[in-house]
């Protein structure tokens, strides 16, 4: 009797085990599988990213080159100031320097200009301003350097001309800025020029040419209001 019971106890355990037991591969599963991951869609996301950077560095480099302009930039005329004129003047003489070129450094100083600014406001002398500007630019070559230097005063870096040169061409540049007329609301206003000139050497420093051309300029200007032009 008690043999048929632990017989049958057996039978049922042995029954019941495969049914309690989880399979094998269920077993090995996680709940939360990592869904398989899509390279090509990834590297396009990337690719994508890096061409929007590489367009805000573009951008970004094209406003510091505008930066950089109209830091050199006079506003009123449009031609170099005195920041970009210094620069240019600085890498003219390196290049005389070194190849033994020629050229000059021109000051212009208007004449009468300070009777036009006060006599007709400071819009009329701007006016006077812009129009020399342009008269001064169509006057020499693309390669040559034209920037207001402050206030009434304009300078110059012409390239591959002799002294004598220099001279006459700063006597056609003043006559060209004495037939510059601005029609100032029925009045016509015109002023003159005053040019000293510097010859660039291969020894020049900065400060020295600055201070010829200057001393030149003011030479001129006394002779003009002598009357004793050449």
Partial sequence: MAKAVLSRARSELSSARPRDRAPLDERHQTPYATPPRNVPTELAVLLGEIERLQGELRAERERVKELEASA????LTGIFNRRGFDREL???????KRYWTRAA??????????PVNDGYGHAAGDAILKAVAARLT????????VARLGGDEFGLI???LSEANAASKAWALE?????VVVDWE??????GASIGFAMLGPSDELAEI???????????KSARKGNRLP
């Fill in 186 to 191: 029925g009045a016509m206003l015109s002023v």
């Fill in 105 to 114: 450094l021109m000051y212009v100083d208007l004449d009468g200009f300070k």
């Fill in 72 to 75: 050199d930039s006079d506003a």
């Fill in 90 to 96: 600085t890498r003219s003489l390196a290049y005389v």
């Fill in 175 to 179: 006559a060209a800025v004495g037939d």
């Fill in 158 to 160: 012409l390239w591959n």
């Fill in 210 to 220: 600055l201070a010829r051309a200057d001393r030149a300029m003011y030479a001129r």
């Fill in 138 to 145: 169509g006057s020499v070559r693309a390669s040559d350097t």
